[in-house]
């Protein structure tokens, strides 16, 4: 039994929160952008009410402690070793990853990607003027994969310059191995790609899984890699913004540095760097509860669509909260689809499409990070306008 309720409804709405409160209707069941509906960690709501207690919230110092934080929990998580002047902070994973490709490429190269992918990921890379070029996940039964063929092809491109990898990949739910991480990373050194790994969803892994840094699988990852990282998808603190840049690379790491002061994403808010070190410091327990609770939800989700919409194909969730489902079977466009249950089953998911224009269609993303009768209510009205068109 967890000490930690994660069943509690917390009353969202009127809070300016995106979840909900830009939705059309009052009852909309929310399982759409990546953030959970579970209270944080309560070491992090007490470092936050204590830094909130001070009434001065001035431009903030970086201390020692933020630092020690990143740096502990990944070598006691994860054994990744990350040096101090190794790390550079900024204010978010997307912000992030438009310095990353800033700093290491020119406007007019190309920039790979393993395509359905992370929605953001197109928008970064054409706003910093380069091309993306998408190479296609395979589908298979134990879950999504690289096509090593088209994936070298792409790489070998003359214009092709920075990988953009998520690991784990957003929207599949891959939780990607050492194997897999070497093979790309040994392709992409023999084509001169630098690999740029957005490792956000890191600590939201399922059980019989693993989670393997980029930069820890060997040296030559490390030297070949800018990883990317944060607590706010896992310990649910997104809008207080902090995260993280590893590169171990020298002359890259001050690019990237230069990058983040020309974009002007240099300075955090007074709550982030407290809020990280309680994450990291003190609530290794709810991650860990948290993480068998969003197994538990995953389990409930496959049995109801089982039972009630076996037409509806699930794919095997290895990390993240957020769970892909191929829909093509019921014969409706995924973006429709979507914009119908929104509007009158008021139930709120993303289309396949968002993640790939023809690697996302006909599947929807479900976010089962919400108490489980919420879950199983949004299901419902999900099925109940299935079969309703059916009829």
């Known amino acids: 039994m967890s000490k930690y309720n994660f069943d509690e409804y917390?009353?969202?709405?009127?809070?300016?929160?995106?979840?909900?409160?830009?939705?059309?209707?009052?009852?909309?069941?929310?399982?759409?952008?990546a953030d959970m509906d579970f209270a944080v960690a309560p070491a992090i709501?007490?470092?936050?009410?204590?830094?909130?207690?001070?009434p001065i919230y001035g431009y903030t110092h970086v201390?020692?402690?933020?630092?020690?934080?990143?740096?502990?929990?990944?070598?006691?998580r994860h054994q990744w070793t990350i040096h101090r002047d190794e790390l550079l902070y900024t204010t978010g994973v997307v912000p992030a990853m438009s310095v990353a490709i800033k700093?290491?490429?020119?406007?007019?190269?190309?920039?790979?990607?393993?395509?359905?992918?992370?929605?953001?990921?197109?928008?970064?890379?054409?706003?910093?003027?380069?091309?993306?070029?998408?190479?296609?996940?395979?589908?298979?039964?134990?879950?999504w994969a690289v096509d090593w063929a088209d994936f070298e092809a792409k790489c070998a491109d003359e214009k092709t310059t920075v990988f953009l990898l998520c690991n784990p990949h957003n929207p599949t739910g891959r939780v990607w191995t050492s194997e897999e991480l070497t093979r790309m990373n040994d392709i992409c050194l023999r084509h001169g790609v630098k690999v740029v790994s957005d490792e956000i969803?890191?600590?939201l892994i399922m059980p019989g899984h693993r989670f393997q840094p980029f930069a820890a699988v060997s040296e030559a990852c490390r030297m070949n890699s800018v990883v990317l990282?944060?607590?706010?998808?896992?310990?649910?603190?997104?809008?207080?913004?902090?995260?993280?840049?590893?590169?171990?690379q020298p002359e890259w790491r001050r690019r990237v540095d230069r990058a983040i002061n020309i974009n002007e994403v240099c300075d955090l808010n007074p709550f982030g760097p407290v809020a990280l070190v309680a994450a990291y410091n003190e609530s290794e327990d709810w991650i860990d509860a948290l993480n068998q609770y969003l197994w538990s939800n995953f389990q409930a989700l496959c049995?109801?669509?089982?039972?009630?919409?076996?037409?509806?194909?699930?794919?095997p969730l290895e990390g993240t909260y957020l769970v892909w489902v191929d829909v093509s079977a019921l014969g409706i466009p995924d973006d429709?689809?979507?914009?119908?249950?929104?509007?009158?089953?008021?139930?709120?998911?993303?289309?396949?499409?968002?993640?790939g224009p023809e690697t996302g269609r006909g599947y929807i993303r479900i976010n089962i990070a919400c108490p489980r009768a919420r879950l199983l209510e949004g299901l419902e009205r999900m099925r109940s306008f299935i079969l309703c068109e059916k009829e």
């Open 303 to 315: 049995q109801f669509f089982a039972q009630h919409l076996p037409q509806l194909v699930v794919t």
């Open 103 to 143: 700093a290491l490429t020119m406007p007019g190269e190309k920039v790979l990607i393993l395509s359905p992918d992370y929605n953001c990921f197109f928008s970064s890379v054409r706003n910093n003027g380069c091309e993306v070029l998408e190479t296609a996940l395979k589908p298979t039964p134990q879950g």
């Open 45 to 54: 709501q007490e470092a936050v009410r204590k830094r909130a207690a001070h």
């Open 10 to 33: 917390i009353e969202r709405r009127g809070t300016g929160c995106v979840k909900y409160d830009e939705a059309p209707h009052d009852d909309v069941i929310a399982l759409w952008v």
């Open 336 to 355: 429709l689809l979507c914009d119908r249950l929104l509007h009158e089953a008021h139930v709120w998911v993303n289309p396949g499409t968002m993640y």
């Open 229 to 248: 990282n944060s607590p706010s998808k896992s310990f649910n603190i997104a809008g207080l913004q902090a995260a993280n840049i590893i590169c171990a």
């Open 201 to 203: 969803h890191c600590e």
């Open 63 to 76: 201390t020692d402690a933020y630092y020690d934080a990143v740096i502990h929990w990944f070598q006691r």
